[in-house]
């Protein structure tokens, strides 16, 4: 089940909240996104790093980090394979492990962005839109897809 929202995502009422990656991010997760949450939950990013660092990293896969009393859990999605792009086949099979993974764990919700969409430079309508779609419309998990979100910071007045 999908979900469309604007807002601060990191304030999302979700059990989890996935993003994109590159798969090179290893040594740091220092821009967009990736940035914020390691900024707010450092822990993250140190479970992260111990993970790629220990295991085969490629485009789709995916790093669980379980939630704490003090954060959601948070899903990195390998979605490029450099800093600059994303991939439709990374995009694709990752948000199909994505769909797969909270099914087979009974993942009741995941907040996240446009993946792809953003420094990943993939067309949000033509593209990412409707691999989302396809893959996170059906199945007993809420995906509440940020189009438009700042933190509550970040807003203009």
Request: aromatic letters at 8%; one cysteine or more.
């Amino acid at each position: 089940m999908i979900t469309f929202a604007s807002g601060d995502l990191l304030q999302a009422e979700a059990s989890y909240i996935a993003q994109g990656v590159a798969i090179g991010s290893q040594e740091g997760l220092g821009t967009g996104l990736a940035l914020k949450i390691s900024t707010r939950w450092p822990d993250a990013q140190q479970q992260f790093k111990r993970h790629t660092r220990s295991a085969s990293f490629g485009g789709g896969d995916m790093c669980v980090i379980p939630p704490t009393a003090e954060r959601p859990g948070i899903i990195y999605i390998a979605t490029q394979p450099d800093m600059y792009h994303a991939t439709l086949p990374f995009l694709n099979r990752g948000l199909r492990n994505l769909a797969k993974h909270c099914a087979k764990r009974g993942i009741p919700s995941v907040a996240l962005p446009k993946i792809g969409a953003g420094l990943g430079k993939l067309d949000w309508q033509t593209q990412v839109r409707p691999l989302m779609l396809q893959h996170l419309a059906s199945g007993a998990t809420q995906f509440i897809i940020y189009e438009d979100f700042r933190l509550e910071h970040e807003r203009g007045e």
